[in-house]
């Protein structure tokens, strides 16, 4: 037979017990929410530099390259390029997760498309996909005389013929390459990598609520944690 002293005790207990079973929905379950890893999201990608090393490139292996140096996730951008026509080429960025060669809509990060617009000229664009859907450049004139890499530059000549008839596509076999290559330049250049944005695995923090990455600038993309002006801020705690 419980005594009058033990009843209230044993009453107390079940209820802090069945509290704290509810707080899912609750201040703590909320805190615990905003600041865990974000899975399937990806990091930054500075479209300013991708789109000069498309300019500066000397062929797809070049820019493809390049372009691994400037991400700073863990995944491997591979490379596809297609000559659509004698003025037309398209290039396009991609995560091949099945490791086939081959560009899928879902594996898209982003496609530059040159055309010859002139004798001596053409002019590019660039457009995201998937969460850098936002970035879509304006049109960016080339001329003969200007600093490109032959992979723009033959382009503009007069005798021209496109050699991408026949699609190029990183080979799945070259991945680990260029992985190694991007570590020994990460290495080299630590400064390169921005940890302030992004971590190595790839994943993004702190983007509860479904923040989008920018706000359609070039090269931008939506920062985490605490902004630039309030990092000499202590953060404080968040209460119901």
Request: a positive charge; charged letters at 25%.
């Amino acid at each position: 037979m419980m005594t009058k002293t033990t009843l209230p005790v044993v009453l107390l207990t079940a209820l802090a017990v069945a509290t704290a079973g509810c707080d899912t929905s609750g201040s703590g379950g909320r805190s615990r929410e905003r600041w865990a890893t974000t899975e399937n999201t990806n990091v930054e990608l500075d479209f300013d530099k991708v789109n000069e090393a498309f300019k500066a490139a000397e062929g797809p292996e070049d820019f493809e390259r390049r372009v691994n140096e400037i991400y700073q996730g863990s995944e491997v951008i591979s490379v596809a390029v297609q000559d659509l026509d004698a003025k037309t080429q398209v290039v396009t960025g991609f995560f091949d997760k099945n490791s086939d060669g081959s560009v899928q809509d879902p594996e898209k990060v982003f496609s530059i498309r040159r055309d010859v617009s002139g004798e001596g000229a053409a002019q590019i664009q660039t457009s995201g996909f998937g969460p850098y859907g936002y970035y879509h450049s304006p049109v960016m004139s080339l001329a003969s005389g200007m600093l490109l890499g032959a992979m723009v530059s033959s382009a503009l000549r007069p005798n021209y013929v496109p050699v991408y008839t026949q699609p190029y596509t990183t080979p799945p076999g070259r991945s680990p390459d260029l992985r190694s290559h991007r570590e020994a330049y990460r290495a080299a250049n630590p400064s390169s990598v921005d940890h302030s944005r992004s971590s190595q695995t790839g994943r993004r923090y702190n983007n509860a609520g479904g923040s989008r990455f920018g706000s359609g600038k070039s090269g931008a993309g939506s920062r985490f944690g605490v902004r630039r002006s309030e990092r000499g801020r202590r953060p404080e705690r968040l209460v119901a």
